[in-house]
């Protein structure tokens, strides 16, 4: 599939999908946890740094994994938090009930969404997740649970296949654009890169990335959690 040239979105082209190491080094520092089954950069920073990660439909550990496309970026899911927290889910939940149209291009961002798990599953030789089968994230097709979902898929798929995370970038122009570098300061770039969770459990409301428990390391600030 040829996709066009979109110089409006930051969706990565073919060649730059592949994490590399370093990618998967600033996907720890970005979340502040070591990150599990990333298997593609679907959209990079103008320069170069991931904005998202792709996660395997299935987890090495073998759960299945409906949440793809992850935002990373620390500008843009804070930004977007904003919007979460200003009220926008309501206002586009009550919209999708009201405009016949806008429900059925979220409802075609589904299938693109499914459709895009189903490439990934086929390129990295995971194959098809049948327990998933169907299932999104974010809420759709019907509703809005989670604007980070959305916005991750909209980066990832470039403009005009979700038309509510189109929104929510637009939304966040005067925190973060497409054109432009934010990750100067945006996460801690010194020392090692975490090799334990020091994350409060991220926007997307999902243990996401870390696949599997870690090992016994019970410690006193987390036992009251
Ligand atoms: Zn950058």
Redesign the pocket.
């Known amino acids: 599939m040829a996709a066009p040239v979109d110089h409006n979105t930051a969706t990565a082209p073919e060649e730059s999908r592949q994490p590399s190491a370093h990618d998967l080094d600033v996907l720890s520092r970005q979340l502040g946890r070591p990150v599990r089954d990333v298997v593609e950069i679907p959209a990079r ?3 170069g ?1 991931p904005l998202v990660a792709a996660t395997a439909p299935r987890l090495s550990n073998g759960t299945p994994f409906p949440t793809t496309f992850y935002l990373t970026h620390p500008v843009i899911t804070s930004a977007v938090s904003r919007l979460e927290a200003a009220g926008l889910m309501n206002e586009m939940n009550d919209r999708l009930t009201a405009d016949e149209s806008l429900a059925a291009a979220y409802r075609a961002a589904h299938e693109a969404y499914l459709a895009a798990r189903a490439e990934i599953g086929a390129r990295t030789g995971i194959g098809g997740v049948p327990e998933i089968d169907g299932v999104s994230a974010g809420g759709m097709p019907t509703r809005v649970k989670c604007l980070h979902v959305l916005v991750g898929h909209s980066l990832a798929a470039g403009q005009g296949v979700n038309p509510l995370g189109d929104e929510a970038i637009a939304a966040i122009a005067e925190w973060w654009t497409a054109d432009r ?3 100067d300061g945006a996460w801690d770039t010194g020392g090692e890169a975490p090799s334990r969770d020091l994350s409060r459990h991220g926007p997307q409301g999902l243990p996401a990335i870390v696949g599997r428990p870690a090992p016994v390391r019970k410690t006193t600030t987390e036992a009251g959690e």
């Open positions: 920073c103008v320069c740094n570098c934010y990750c």
